[in-house]
């Protein structure tokens, strides 16, 4: 408890700046940084801070990405048809390639956020793609570290949050419909 205490005394800097860095570390452990916000900070809070952090790393990692994608160097290794196939590949699946990576909590997200800015994704439907995406695993590590002790106790309460990513899910294909 004190060490959560010192934690929540910085205010919402560290609970912005760690899932930021996420995206630039791959290392960090995402499950631990969002449950100790949810924590910390509360539910809503902890969701909030998670949610601009990692969102906001992942958009400055595309960005990044996409600028250096016109390098010459990228340009000829681009040029590889076993590369060629997979961007294009990745072109035409861009929109559920992120949405769908970013759902989950453990996974190479500086590879997704360097792939989309490699094939050029769109910047409006890169964000909707990856604000959608850890909205859900956000809210979904957030609700289970809030209360974690409730659901090591009833296991069965888990099925609320694979219920809550299903449903999460097809909104989101309806979203991904209206960009596309």
């Known amino acids: 408890m004190l060490l959560l205490d010192k934690y929540r005394s910085f205010g919402p800097l560290p609970g912005l700046l760690l899932p930021f860095m996420k995206s630039f570390i791959p290392p960090l452990p995402t499950l631990v940084i969002i449950s100790v916000n949810a924590a910390v900070y509360g539910l809503w809070l ?3 801070y998670s949610w601009i952090g990692i969102v906001c790393g992942c958009l400055v990692t595309f960005a990044i990405v996409k600028k250096v994608a016109g390098h010459p160097y990228l340009v000829r290794w681009s040029q590889k048809p ?3 196939k ?7 699946q861009a929109f559920n390639y992120v949405f769908i990576l970013s759902l989950f909590p453990l996974g190479p997200f500086v590879v997704i956020n360097m792939a989309a800015g490699l094939v050029r994704m769109r910047f409006r439907s890169f964000l909707v793609a990856v604000a959608a995406g850890k909205a859900v695993m956000v809210m979904s590590v957030s609700f289970i570290g809030y209360d974690l002790k409730r659901f090591m106790d009833h296991p069965y309460q888990l099925i609320y949050v694979a ?5 999460s899910l097809f909104i989101s294909k309806k979203v991904e419909k209206r960009f596309m």
Not at 86 to 92: I, K
């Open 46 to 48: 902890g969701f909030l």
């Open 82 to 84: 076993n590369v060629q």
């Open 86 to 92: 997979s961007l294009n590949w990745a072109r035409r």
């Open 163 to 167: 219920l809550f990513i299903a449903i």
